[in-house]
């Protein structure tokens, strides 16, 4: 009780404009912090049956493969060059454009181009449009 009525009158001096409702959820605010501020609230669950397996390399290792084929696909449907199929590959993935350029060892405003490019091609405005562009294609696995 002590200590809350230190809280308080440290409040009042530190800040007497403030109103009493915002001291105490200030002073409450802080207690939390100082009570709970090392405890880990994201506890590992324990395995369940009905949970997914851990996704491994090989399975990200496929997911791209599938991502990829689909881009290739896609990518003759338009008539993309090797190029803006890789890039488009890179979007589909969420790549930036500087991570795209990096990744593929090219100048920002080269896959800047490249995207202009396939949106023409493909006859979209947007990296959303494209996408679901990419989505509905038949060829979809």
Same mark, same amino acid.
């Given at each position: 009780?002590?200590?809350g009525l230190a809280v308080g009158r440290i409040t009042? *001096?530190?800040?007497?404009?403030?109103?009493?409702?915002?001291a105490v959820a200030v002073a409450l605010l802080l207690?939390? *912090?100082?009570?709970?501020?090392?405890?880990?609230?994201?506890?590992?669950?324990?395995?369940?049956?009905?949970?997914?397996?851990?996704? !491994? !390399?090989?399975?990200?290792g496929d997911i791209n493969d599938a991502i990829r084929?689909?881009?290739?696909?896609?990518?003759?449907?338009?008539?993309?060059?090797?190029?803006?199929?890789?890039?488009?590959? %890179?979007?589909?993935?969420?790549?930036?454009?500087?991570?795209?350029?990096?990744?593929?060892?090219?100048?920002?405003?080269?896959?800047?181009?490249? *995207?202009? !490019?396939? %949106?023409?091609?493909?006859?979209?405005?947007?990296?959303?449009?494209?996408?679901?562009?990419?989505?509905?294609?038949?060829?979809?696995?």
């Open positions: 009780m002590a200590t009042s *001096i530190a800040a007497p404009d403030v109103e009493a409702p915002t207690a939390f *912090i100082f009570l709970f501020g090392n405890r880990a609230f994201a506890y590992p669950r324990t395995s369940d049956k009905n949970d997914p397996a851990p996704t !491994s !390399s090989g399975d990200i084929d689909q881009c290739l696909a896609f990518g003759r449907l338009h008539n993309l060059t090797e190029a803006e199929c890789e890039t488009l590959f %890179y979007l589909a993935k969420g790549f930036t454009i500087s991570r795209i350029a990096e990744k593929r060892i090219v100048s920002k405003n080269t896959i800047k181009s490249q *995207i202009t !490019s396939i %949106y023409r091609k493909v006859g979209v405005h947007s990296k959303q449009g494209l996408l679901d562009a990419l989505e509905r294609n038949p060829s979809h696995m």
